[in-house]
């Protein structure tokens, strides 16, 4: 089973960079609290399409849990019944998590999406943790990292319940993405680490340093973009969708620093691809992460520049992820390198 092993790692990776784009195209449409229920949606496994199946209906079959919208809150049914002529407040509990109480089908539909792709995410990842248990006597790390990653996708789940619970508390969404990341490392750390059957090189110390800033920094970076988008959603609520010129009025100090500090991680970039190009060392994968840098700065330039074109602010969100995730593979390169460095 070692010979499957990076597959399936590799499709797990693959599929939790899919989570990621999905959640963010939740946050692009504003589809957070489309659901806003967890793990359920509305108490369905499968959400419905149409508003009136939220409304009270006489002679209709409930099941427990399942959810309505009546006098503008949220009501759980408390067991298996069926609706009389007259709503009865006796067959029926409040929504305590809070009061959002809107149905939007394309949000909701956006949302489910995203929550399927995360159940699919942490199938594969346990797949992986039960492949893992082949390496138990020969490698126990390796065993022990890819349950960390099942742990590490139910923590995520729980965030993500309490992301909804607290109606998108910008703080929740942030650590949200930066669990999203690790769970990335982990996995790449994975990939990376079972390319070989032992790992014996010294590593080259002056690049590895240089690739652990650049990854701290693209982290910073993430942290300021988070807070921006705060202000961004605050702006989109106060002035709407038809008014993204004004997004970006008047923005918080966080917003110039995140701007002045991608010119900061591009030259110390720029500078690492100079010294790996005078060594003549290899390490390829540096122009995937000057590319990164360039589609991320121009899509921050496009928000800014052109008012939020459609797709601008997921694609900055996910390219993001991407770049953290190349930079850290590169510092595993760089820890363990040796004239040739194994690539993907």
Not at 261 to 282: E, P, R, T
């Amino acid at each position: 089973m070692h010979k499957h092993f990076r597959k399936i790692a590799k499709t797990a990776l693959i599929l939790v960079y899919l989570v990621i784009v999905a959640g963010a195209f939740v946050r692009m449409t504003s589809s957070g609290m489309g659901c806003p229920d967890w793990p359920k949606c509305f108490g369905y496994y499968i959400p419905p399409t149409e508003e009136t199946a939220l409304e009270f209906q006489s002679d209709k079959e409930f099941k427990k849990g399942q959810i309505i919208i009546h006098d503008e809150s949220l009501r759980i049914a408390k067991s298996d019944f069926t609706t009389s002529e007259a709503y009865n407040q006796n067959n029926w509990e409040n929504y305590t998590k809070h009061d959002y109480a809107i149905f939007n089908v394309w949000h909701t539909w956006i949302e489910y999406i995203n929550r399927l792709l995360g159940a699919l995410a942490g199938l594969a990842t346990l797949v992986l943790a039960i492949v893992s248990l082949t390496y138990w006597k020969k490698n126990k790390k390796v065993t022990i990292l890819s349950w960390l990653v099942v742990f590490g996708m139910g923590f995520q789940a729980w965030l993500g319940a309490t992301v909804v619970y607290s109606v998108l508390a910008p703080v929740k969404i942030t650590f949200h993405m930066l669990m999203a990341l690790l769970i990335v490392a982990l996995l790449f750390y994975l990939i990376y680490y079972t390319s070989k059957e032992r790992i014996t090189n010294k590593g080259h110390k002056k690049l590895a340093l240089l690739f652990s800033g650049a990854l701290v920094l693209t982290i910073i970076q993430v942290i300021l973009g988070t807070q921006v988008r705060e202000f961004v959603d605050h702006q989109a609520d106060l002035f709407g969708d038809n008014a993204k010129n004004q997004w970006l009025n008047d923005p918080t100090l966080q917003f110039y620093f995140h701007r002045s500090f991608s010119i900061v991680v591009l030259l110390l970039n720029l500078y690492i691809i100079y010294l790996i190009a005078k060594l003549k060392i290899g390490f390829q994968k540096i122009k995937w992460v000057i590319a990164l840098l360039l589609i991320e700065i121009a899509s921050g330039m496009a928000m800014y520049y052109i008012d939020f074109p459609f797709g601008t602010q997921t694609l900055h969100l996910v390219i993001a992820a991407l770049l953290f995730g190349v930079q850290f593979y590169l510092l595993l390169e760089a820890l363990n390198w040796t004239k040739s460095p194994k690539t993907l």
